[in-house]
């Protein structure tokens, strides 16, 4: 069991950026696969990002490739996601999870979810 808080949306111009943090308690934070996910009103749930349990590999959605940046700190209990020239279609409520996995970019993957942090990119 792991329980996971998410940290650092808002409202931010497009091209700026933004750092979303997602705090988690409880097991070993390196037993778990990490990813990112977000859903926009109408939408369903789409991956955005996932690192595997010691940060060695990354996977990114072809939509966000070169302008997000996902990392780790297992002593901290912390992943981050860096924005970085964002877009008016990154809107969405971005949710933190995590899998007990080797590796997974599906959403029934994910065993632990936190509540999500709203990004708005405005035009």
């Known amino acids: 069991q792991v329980q996971l808080v998410e940290s650092g949306g808002g409202l931010v111009q497009a091209g700026g950026s933004l750092r979303l943090s997602c705090a988690a308690s409880?097991?070993?934070?390196?037993?778990?696969?990490m990813g990112w996910f977000r859903q926009a009103p109408g939408k369903e749930r789409e991956f955005v990002v996932a690192?595997?349990?010691?940060?060695?590999?990354?996977y990114y959605a072809d939509s966000v490739k070169g302008r997000f940046t996902i990392s780790r700190d297992n002593a901290k209990g912390t992943v981050y996601l860096q924005m970085n020239s964002l877009k008016p279609e990154d809107t969405a409520l971005y949710y933190c999870?995590?899998?007990?996995?080797?590796?997974?970019?599906?959403?029934?993957?994910?065993?632990?979810w936190g509540q999500g942090t709203q990004v708005t990119v405005s035009s």
């Open positions: 999870a995590a899998s007990l996995a080797s590796w997974t970019n599906f959403v029934s993957g994910y065993d632990y």
């Open positions: 409880g097991r070993t934070f390196s037993s778990y696969t």
């Open positions: 690192i595997s349990k010691f940060g060695v590999s990354t």
